[in-house]
DNA sequence: ATATAATGGATATTACAGATCCATAATAAA
DNA sequence: TTTATTATGGATCTGTAATATCCATTATAT
């Protein structure tokens, strides 16, 4: 499991944004040349974060995409869930019916089975829970927060993993 | 981003362990017609899961699997790692140089950068750390827990996802 | 010995992320 | 109006990782 680089390619573009004066457009061709993408790939990217409000574009001359709203109150939460998807990350048994029904096999009454299922199900509860811990720290972080911790920062160090 | 399959098996394996009796060995047969999964794939995911030492195996008649230490002993995070791997869910721009010298390129100290990098890059510092919220918790979640959770359940609701 | 049961290597299959191409639409400027 | 520019969305290709199966080998109890 791992993020797609979607997600890091939307995080950046949107922090490149950030960065640009308001008003000013900045096209998929700057954008891909600072993040290393292609234009092609970078521009469907872009055209989610339109598509879910997070940036504006303009077409023609002099276009390009800008924030739709105010850095701070764009969350690193919305960028994922925009490029991830709005799944939960974990899933019970995609497609198949439900796998402990040996589990009822042995007893007398269907009405009480060893396990909780569906929304009681403690294991389905503790990988949701787990999953919203998450969430909730990436809610609370806002591209805005994280340009902010940019500036008071120690030397550079390249990363070229 | 997806949990896979296998942590679902891994999981749902581990129950099934924790809840025979101590002592008695659990054949791969047993395990995959309660979870539904191949006898050839279940076993794959019991191979890792020994290698890393949650459950013990023993061949031969009367063989099979149990845990290898107590269900109380034996978190969320360690399944989840021995099967998802243990990589960062967030990982910059793999295998290219990185991503935004263009930011440096205006600038004339290459020494102070827009952006900061490596460790102290605002940007991976958030993913890691939300990362680190969701591994918190399933860590502090075992097997024995949801156990419990299991015994004081409502009624049977069927799961076919 | 024999039947049983896990192991690990090899390999096939599938799904999806990653990536590119192109025809179209929209816009600004000449 | 024409032209150059720029984003859009559909189609499609590719590569890789998850899923899945097969089988020869090893280990163990009876
Ligand atoms: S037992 Fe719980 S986690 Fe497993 S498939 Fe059913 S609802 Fe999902
Ligand atoms: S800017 Fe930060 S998050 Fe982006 S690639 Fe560099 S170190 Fe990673």
Redesign the pocket.
Known sequence: ??F????AYGLHALMLLAKSERGR???????SSSLG?????L??I??KL??DGLVR?????????ELARAASEITFLDVVQVL??RQHLYECFHGSDHPLPALEAAGDEPETPEFAFGEGCPVKQVMDAAEQQMNRYLQQHTIQLALNQAGSCDAHTACKK
């Open positions: 499991m791992q797609s680089k979607s997600t457009n900045v096209g998929i061709k700057e954008l993408a292609s234009e092609s790939y521009s469907k872009m055209s339109r598509q574009a303009v077409t023609g001359v002099n276009g390009g995409y991830e998807g």
